[in-house]
């Protein structure tokens, strides 16, 4: 229950605190209602020391904010026969150090060892890779090497905080890439917003890697940058923002609509947001086949008649969606729709939005770290599923996708392949659950097999 409680208010303020509390009935109830009261949660409660007349607990509290975490712990604080011991901050404690370094995947432990892995015995593998220079991939770490680069513009839902504050974004996916499926990653700052230096610097570095990953590059300037990249360089150039989110959300409609008798030729869909991921998510859900969509940012219905507010990529929406030419806001765009998308702002729809869509809707309310509306009002409202980020979330898809283009030596990632990872996941979901474990490593692997396959000749 508490690892439950840990994953559903991971957005809130997660402290740690340790206090010393008498050893009598109701003692601890006591500290639990003030929490209550303040609108904290409980989380872990660890016994850590015992004597006579007190007991001292580890306890993991979540908070909305600074003040309403002070509030509480100053109300507790003034509890007669109660002491606050220390209050450490769990997820600051975590990222504590770094969340990845590079290891030596060999032993070094004598004289030969050194000299095989160092001079003299290095050189044979040099002449050889000079002499046969894609041996790189099997005789260095390139092969098994991704470079996950950003410059900060616009991280998770925090916006453009800086390269600096992006960093443990990379590297929570490097360490997600290396426990699922064994992949080694270095995470790469670049302080720019120019294409052209974003792009020269990663192409500068590309033969040092498989494949590279763009991460939390604004739109419209992710696009440039993806585009210009992938012209210059041999290996794949992978934006995770679009093109993972895109994957995982088309695995969450496939199951879902299978398990709701829906087809994608005949169901009516509204994206809320028209960045990154709502662009990439449109372009993969027109391309596997659906046909009836528009898509809205915050001026509402992108239309081939709007004028305002528009740019190259959102014109290119406009061709490939809202055959209809629907126009006005979000409110009147998501009525009689079959299946909501989220990738926009938290709270933008509300319980009476869901029940103007067509009956038994799916809502897919992905904005990090607050939905567009919260699963369980939705699911209130008559949708038959309702999902947010923390369940659909590209964490699902990226592990195998590039696991399996790195096996197949691929040189671009396509859509065949996203298909197939889309596929895999939405086959490895149970009955009624939208996606499958993700903390299961197996998982990651059947995907990257699947993507593989669909990217080696038959």
Known sequence: MAAENAEKYAYKLVKKIRMRILDVPGAFGKVALELGKHGAMLGDITKVHVTTQYVTRDIV????????????????GEFKGYKILSVEDEVLS???????AMIPTVKMETLGDLRMIYT???????KYIDEHPQSASDLTSIGNSVCI????SAVLGLGNIGVLAGM?????????LHKMVGVSCIPLLIDSDHADIIVGTLHAVAKTFSIIMIEDIAAPLCFEVEQKLQQRVPIPVFHDDQHGTATVILATLIKTMQDLGKRKETVSIVISGAGAAGTATCKMLREYGFQNMVVCDSQGAIAGTRTKHMNAYKEEIARITNAGNETGPLKNVIKNKDIFIGVS????????????MNKDPIVLALANPIPEIW???????????????????NCLAFPGLIRGTLDARATRITYPMKFAAAEAIADLAGKREGVPNFMNPAIHRRIAEAVKAAALPS
């Open 345 to 356: 702002s938290a709270y933008v729809v509300t319980q009476d939005m869901v029940r103007s």
């Open 94 to 100: 975590i990222h504590k150090g770094g969340k990845v």
């Open 375 to 393: 699963p369980h009002e939705a699911s209130q409202a008559g949708a038959a599923f309702a999902l947010d980020g923390r369940t659909v979330n």
């Open 120 to 126: 003299p015995g290095v050189a044979q593998a040099c």
């Open 61 to 76: 509290m979540f908070f909305d904010n600074e003040e309403q975490f002070e509030d509480t712990i100053q109300a507790i």
């Open 149 to 152: 680069a950003t410059n900060g």
């Open 168 to 176: 443990p974004v990379m590297e929570g996916k490097s360490v997600i």
